[in-house]
């Protein structure tokens, strides 16, 4: 793990384009030598649904999601859409040196795992990787929360935390994006209003429901994203053995290049 100077940010809640548009440009800072290594927490608002970087915009109903006031946007990360509604998003942008894209997500969730333990909740890491080809071409593989990839957080055996991640390579420099929803509540399960295949929203919905877990139901108490925030603050330096400075929050109508 990276020793040196690491960023923390808390950049509460801004639009999807706002969000998608700030990690790809803290990634890109780094891969510059512009920044340092960042964890970012943050929300969204309003609501947003992103694609995953390669997955066709036509699966999601953009006129529903204009009337109810739904953001769209694409991640510049892979996966599966998501509804960004009720959680804390992280973003961790970081040197990979000579680790794989496996054993960063195995880094990241050790670092998760530790930050939710502090907030009072035990969490174990899915041990088996789908067969994703195969799955992305099933009904319900429109949302990210449908399955479980190797090291992704669970809940008794439900997922609690779906990420994705990216590597940028520029000159000598091989810099991952990677961020993730940790569920904080249900409302993600309304993904499946807004999918534009109507026969398929009620299985998908089902699915959502049966495979996924949240912070509120677990401990049957709203969420304090403050509180929430800090723990896995204290997750990634207890797990990383490094120390965060606070970075100033970045304007949301900042001109991101």
Known sequence: MERGAWTFLDTGENTGAFNMELDESLARQLATGESSPVLRLYRWKPWAISLG?????????????????????????????????????????????????????????QALVRGLAAYGVETSLEKSQPNFAKEYRTPNAVPCFSSSARYEI????????????????????????QHGSILCGSAHVRLADYLAKRAHREEIRTALREKTANLQEITGETVDM????????????????????????????????
């Open 154 to 177: 669970e809940y008794r055996g439900r997922k609690l935390v779906g990420s994705a991640q990216r590597r940028l390579s520029e000159g000598d420099a091989d810099v991952v994006l």
């Open 53 to 109: 970087h390669h997955q066709e915009a036509s699966e999601i109903d953009g006129t529903l999601c204009k009337r109810d006031g739904i953001d769209l946007v694409r991640r510049p990360t892979g996966g599966r859409a998501i509804l960004h509604a009720e959680e804390l998003t992280y973003s961790v942008v970081m040197k990979a040196g000579r680790r794989s894209i496996l054993q960063v997500y195995n880094d990241i969730s």
């Open 226 to 257: 403050a509180r929430l925030a800090q723990c896995i603050r204290h997750g990634f330096e207890e797990a990383w053995q490094v120390r965060f400075r606070t970075g100033a929050l970045p304007h949301p109508h900042m001109a991101l290049t």
